[in-house]
């Protein structure tokens, strides 16, 4: 990159995928400064945890418990936060790992939301300089579908 950066947004998800978009970012990118407490030249790992419905795949209200339809399952869903709760710390544990062997400082947030809502709101808000992401594995032509 030939300018240096202020501030890269890096998502994680914690696909290989993922992973390797922030081994990128942390060899090729030059930032202004690399001092984590700095206001410029920061790289902020970004994981977006789904809210708890998205992760289970369905409502907790449509779960069938044999009462009424529009009845929450507070356990149900206290359940799910917890398991994504270990989840998120594992993401973020290997992110931070990674991180610690390119000796690169860091920081991160986690955000709840529909990740590619939440994504773009942080970028947007810090003002990012670039969002780097890691891409699915398609082949060449749904990619070109994909981006025309």
């Known amino acids: 990159m030939v300018g240096k950066l202020r501030c890269v947004v890096v998502a994680v998800d914690g696909s290989e995928e993922s992973m390797n978009a922030l081994r990128w970012a942390l060899q090729n990118l030059n930032l202004r400064s690399q001092v984590v407490n700095s206001e410029n030249?920061?790289?902020?790992?970004?994981?977006?945890?789904?809210?708890?419905?998205?992760?289970?795949?369905?409502?907790?209200?449509?779960?069938?418990?044999?009462?009424?339809?529009n009845v929450e399952v507070p356990a149900f869903t206290a359940a799910i936060e917890a398991h994504q709760k270990r989840i998120t710390e594992a993401i973020m544990d290997h992110a931070l790992e990674i991180c610690a062997e390119k000796n690169v400082p860091v920081k991160t947030r986690v955000v709840v939301g529909d990740p590619k809502e939440v994504i773009c709101d942080v970028t947007d808000k810090l003002q990012a300089d670039l969002l780097v992401m890691g891409c699915r594995n398609v082949g060449a032509i749904k990619r070109v579908l994909l981006c025309t």
């Open 41 to 69: 030249g920061n790289f902020l790992i970004l994981h977006a945890q789904p809210p708890p419905t998205i992760a289970a795949g369905l409502s907790p209200a449509a779960i069938p418990f044999g009462g009424p339809s």
